[in-house]
């Protein structure tokens, strides 16, 4: 089946220069004035899945900006899908990156390349394309070594979302006899207590509560590859792929997910590296959005595992590939 794409450079009122990239299904807004970010995917005219900040205080900046990059830098959050460099660090990881971003049309999408990071040494870039007729969006994102020496690192896609939604995210399953086989990392903010976190025996489910200022980060070793997020009558799904053999950052983790009052952020990561100059090391994801009907009851666990089972049942989303053989991995609802 042909694919009609559009890609066009536009002036968006709130984003500001963007590049619009729609195929009668879905559409995305990319920023070309700073990033880049992917601001916008929509069904159509629908609400927008993403995050924008529109709070210019909700930046970071100060004195460790000013000496680490240049005086008066800041960092702002934008919204959206962002790549970042594993491992954390800062005010390393926030680069300012409010520079014009260029960008390259492809047969289905585009890519885009801002400015590389002489001081950190590396170089980003992100290609967005549609699949086909359907929602289905391939974001491939690549952190290349500008540097002269080698570095150890991983490509770390950040996707903010809009506040008020439920996220979810699967065990593993993998069966492993008298071995441990997840890993759940914390960050010292968090409270595994916290109100909206429902710890599930197959799934972990988050509620967005924008009366509650308390951060809140939890890591997982994502075997199934997938995760979602509910909100607005839909469903926006990020597939990944997860090497159970590889080694990721932050204890082993390949996804993590963070919650303040204004957003959620759905996060995925590469296996670390050691990148040479030259060389580099990427992050792909496979998105889809879709309408959903109906209250998801995150307490009850029968309620979310026949969610799940609707999601992988339906004929136009393509399941996660998975990691290993057997346990739920060919079964993305894990093990029943």
Request: charged content about 20%.
């Amino acid at each position: 089946m042909t694919v009609d794409v559009k890609v066009e450079r536009t002036q968006h009122s709130e984003y500001g220069a963007c590049v619009h990239i729609s195929n009668g299904t879905a559409s995305i807004y990319v920023s070309l004035d700073y990033g880049p970010r992917i601001l916008h995917y929509s069904l159509g005219e629908g609400p927008n899945v993403m995050f924008f900040n529109r709070d210019p205080e909700y930046v970071k900046k100060g004195g460790e900006f000013d000496r680490v990059f240049h005086p008066g830098a800041y960092w702002n959050i934008r919204g959206g899908n962002r790549l970042w460099v594993a491992p954390h660090s800062f005010p390393g990881a926030f680069y300012p990156d409010n520079e014009p971003v260029d960008f390259q049309t492809l047969g289905k999408g585009a890519r885009f390349l801002p400015q590389p990071r002489r001081a950190p040494g590396v170089r980003l870039f992100t290609e967005v394309e549609f699949e086909n007729t359907s929602s289905r969006v391939r974001v491939r994102h690549v952190v290349q070594n500008i540097s002269d020496r080698p570095i150890t690192i991983a490509a770390w896609s950040i996707t903010s979302v809009e506040s008020g939604g439920i996220e979810i995210l699967p065990q593993p399953g993998r069966q492993t006899d008298v071995l441990p086989n997840r890993r759940i990392v914390l960050w010292p903010y968090t409270n595994m207590a916290d109100p909206r976190l429902t710890w599930g025996s197959r799934y972990i489910a988050l509620r967005h509560d924008s009366g509650r200022k308390e951060h809140l980060k939890i890591g997982i070793n994502n075997e199934d590859g997938w995760a979602c997020y509910v909100n607005q009558g839909q469903c926006f799904l990020i597939e990944h792929h997860h090497d159970i053999a590889a080694e990721y950052p932050d204890f082993g983790v390949s996804y993590e997910t963070f919650a303040d009052d204004r957003m959620v952020e759905m996060e995925t990561l590469s296996p670390l590296k050691l990148v040479q100059p030259g060389d580099s090391v990427g992050q792909e994801e496979l998105w889809q959005l879709f309408a959903v009907e109906g209250h998801l009851d995150v307490d009850r666990e029968e309620t979310l595992s026949a969610f799940v089972d609707s999601i992988f049942s339906n004929p136009m989303i393509v399941a996660p590939e998975g990691s290993y053989s057997g346990g739920s991995l060919g079964n993305p609802r894990g093990n029943s």
